[in-house]
């Protein structure tokens, strides 16, 4: 939301929180293309979901069961760790005849730059690291 002009994020509280830094877990939309109508429940796609991150709620669509092609679900996700681009789906983890591959896709994850640790932009574009190398080079000459 913006207050007055400048940009404030909600977060969950962690005791290791630093008001210069923004969070790199953020709420995104995760889509379940071709996942069996039946399955369409929080019940199902918390567990289903547990690798991807914490399971927040599904869009109103995916609750009444009126879009068949795709579950939606927002989840709250670490966008500097990997998120998979598909998961299993089935009865047994060893046998891989009983079940099937589900596919993952995310929708409009935000840019997280590791270096000065803002959401918005990569380490390549970051202005921080620009000034701090620019200004290494001129001291190292």
């Known amino acids: 939301m913006t207050i007055e002009g400048k ?3 909600i ?3 962690t005791p290791n929180f630093r008001p210069e830094e923004e969070t790199p877990i953020v709420p995104i939309w995760v889509l379940l293309p071709g996942l069996p ?7 199902f796609v918390t567990p289903l979901l547990s690798h991807v ?4 709620y599904l869009d109103t669509i995916t609750i009444q ?10 989840v ?3 966008i500097t760790k990997a998120r998979p681009s598909h998961i299993w789906l089935g009865l047994d983890d060893e046998d891989l005849t009983i079940g099937r ?3 993952v896709e995310y929708e409009r994850v935000p840019d997280y730059c ?4 803002h959401q918005g932009h990569m380490i390549q574009e970051c202005t921080f690291r620009i000034r701090d190398d620019e200004f290494k080079r001129k001291k190292d000459i």
């Open 7 to 9: 940009l404030m994020r």
């Open 11 to 13: 977060q969950t509280w």
């Open 37 to 43: 109508w039946h399955c369409y429940k929080k019940e």
């Open 53 to 56: 991150g914490k399971v927040l």
């Open 65 to 74: 069961k009126t879009r068949g092609s795709m579950a939606k679900v927002k």
């Open 76 to 78: 709250q996700v670490d």
């Open 101 to 103: 591959w589900q596919a």
């Open 114 to 117: 590791e270096y000065c640790r």
